[in-house]
């Protein structure tokens, strides 16, 4: 990826979003690792030279699928714990 990143490296990042929101932000990563996958795998058909893209694109369409089962996991996590409160 970029020059700025630095693998293993972690954030933690807390957002507050409504349901549409969060539809938004899912379909969002979901369009974006489309493209990536879409990207890396005409970019590797066309030419060998663009390797190092085609493996920059592939790793943008995993972060943005590892991103969304993130989401989902907080998100179910977090209605369990609310449905758990009001119990």
Same mark, same amino acid.
């Given at each position: 990826?970029?020059a700025n990143?630095?693998p293993?490296? %972690? /954030? +933690?990042?807390?957002?507050?979003? +409504?349901? @549409?929101?969060?539809? *938004?932000?899912?379909?969002a990563l979901h369009?974006?690792a489309? &493209?990536a996958? &879409?990207?890396? @795998?005409?970019? $590797?058909? #066309?030419?060998?030279? #663009? ?5 920059d694109? @592939? %790793?943008?369409a995993q972060i943005?699928l590892?991103? *969304?089962?993130? *989401? /989902?996991d907080?998100t179910?996590?977090a209605s $369990?714990?609310?449905a758990e409160?009001?119990?």
């Amino acid at each position: 990826m970029s020059a700025n990143t630095t693998p293993g490296v %972690t /954030k +933690t990042v807390t957002l507050e979003l +409504t349901d @549409e929101d969060h539809a *938004i932000l899912v379909s969002a990563l979901h369009q974006a690792a489309r &493209t990536a996958a &879409t990207n890396a @795998e005409r970019v $590797s058909d #066309d030419d060998e030279s #663009d390797a190092g893209y085609a493996e920059d694109q @592939e %790793t943008a369409a995993q972060i943005a699928l590892a991103l *969304i089962g993130s *989401i /989902k996991d907080q998100t179910a996590a977090a209605s $369990s714990g609310a449905a758990e409160v009001s119990a």
